[in-house]
C-alpha cells in the first residue's frame, strides 16, 4: 500500500511546488528561472550582481533543501497519519529562507540599485506566494486522508479474511462433524440388515418347518386340511394348530422386513 500511497502524494506535491508547465523539469527550473532574470537585470555594477548572485545562490540550496524536505515528510512512515502539522512548520521555514534572501540587499555597498531592489522584491512576493499556496494547498491533511483511507481499508481487509478463515474453518467443522454423521448412519443401517436378515431367516425356517409339518400330515391321510380338522388324532392336531398359529404370527413379521429390504 506504501508504494501507491508514495505515487499519488509525490505527483501532489510535485505538481503544487514546481506548477505542471514545469513539474518535469523538476527543482532545477526555478532556478534556471531566477538565474535567468538576474542575468539579465540592468545592475549598477559587478560588486551589485556579486552580492546578488551570492544570495540567490545560497537561498536556491536552502530551497532544494527545503522542498526536499517537503517530499521526505510526505513520504513519511506509513504509521504515521499526523503530518500536516509537520509539513506547515516545515514550509515556515522554507518562509524564513525567502525573507533572509529578501534581506541581502542590505549586503550591497552604497545605495542599491532600481534593478537590484527589483530582482529582490519581485522574486520575493513570488516565493512567498508559492510557499503560501503550498500552505492552502493542505497537500499533508490530503496526505494524511489517503493514507488513512488506507489503513482503514487494510484493517476492513484483514477483518474479512478472518472472518473468511473462521467461515472456512466452520465448514470444515461442519464437513467432518456431517462424515461422522454419515458414518454412523451407514453402521446403523448395516446393523439393522444384519439384524434383519437374521429376523428373516429365523422366519423363514420357522415358516418352513410349518409348511413341512403340515404337508406331512396332509399326505399322510390322503385328505384336505379342512377334512383333517376334524379326524386327526389329538396330537396331530396340536401339530397342525401349532403350525397354522405360526404361519398367521409370522405374517405381519414378513410384511414388516419386506419393508425394510424394499
Not at 551570492?54 to 521526505?72: N, T
Not at 428373516?200 to 410349518?210: A, D, F, P
Not at 380338522?229 to 392336531?237: G, Y
Request: aromatic share 8%.
Amino acid at each position: 500500500m506504501r508504494k501507491p500511497l508514495t505515487f499519488i502524494v509525490t505527483f501532489l506535491v510535485t505538481a503544487f511546488l514546481f506548477g505542471l508547465r514545469v513539474a518535469d523539469a523538476g527543482y532545477d527550473a526555478r532556478a534556471s528561472e531566477l538565474r535567468e532574470i538576474l542575468k539579465r537585470k540592468d545592475l549598477r555594477d559587478d560588486k551589485e550582481r556579486e552580492v546578488l548572485t551570492k544570495a540567490l545562490d545560497d537561498y536556491l540550496k536552502h530551497r532544494q533543501e527545503c522542498l526536499e524536505a517537503l517530499v521526505r515528510i510526505i513520504e513519511a512512515s506509513s504509521s504515521d497519519t499526523n503530518q500536516e502539522q509537520v509539513l506547515l512548520y516545515r514550509i515556515d521555514g522554507c518562509r524564513e529562507d525567502v525573507a533572509r534572501f529578501g534581506d541581502s540587499v542590505k549586503s550591497i555597498p552604497d545605495t542599491p540599485s532600481i534593478g537590484a531592489f527589483n530582482f529582490l522584491g519581485v522574486s520575493q512576493v513570488e516565493e512567498v506566494n508559492f510557499f503560501t499556496n503550498l500552505t492552502k494547498a493542505k497537500i499533508g491533511e490530503r496526505r494524511d486522508k489517503i493514507l488513512m483511507n488506507g489503513k482503514n481499508v487494510a484493517d476492513k481487509m484483514n477483518a474479512l479474511d478472518e472472518k473468511w478463515r473462521f467461515l472456512l474453518d466452520r465448514d470444515n467443522s461442519l464437513d467432518e462433524y456431517q462424515k461422522k454423521i454419515r458414518e454412523q448412519l451407514v453402521e446403523i443401517i448395516d446393523l439393522a440388515f444384519d439384524e434383519s436378515d437374521r429376523e428373516r431367516r429365523t422366519i423363514k425356517e420357522r415358516l418352513v418347518g410349518s409348511t413341512q409339518a403340515i404337508a406331512k400330515l396332509t399326505k399322510k391321510y390322503g385328505r384336505p386340511i379342512r377334512e383333517l380338522l376334524q379326524n386327526l388324532p389329538s396330537d396331530e392336531l396340536k401339530l397342525l394348530a401349532s403350525a397354522i398359529d405360526a404361519i398367521e404370527t409370522l405374517e405381519p413379521s414378513i410384511e414388516a422386513y419386506a419393508k425394510i429390504y424394499r
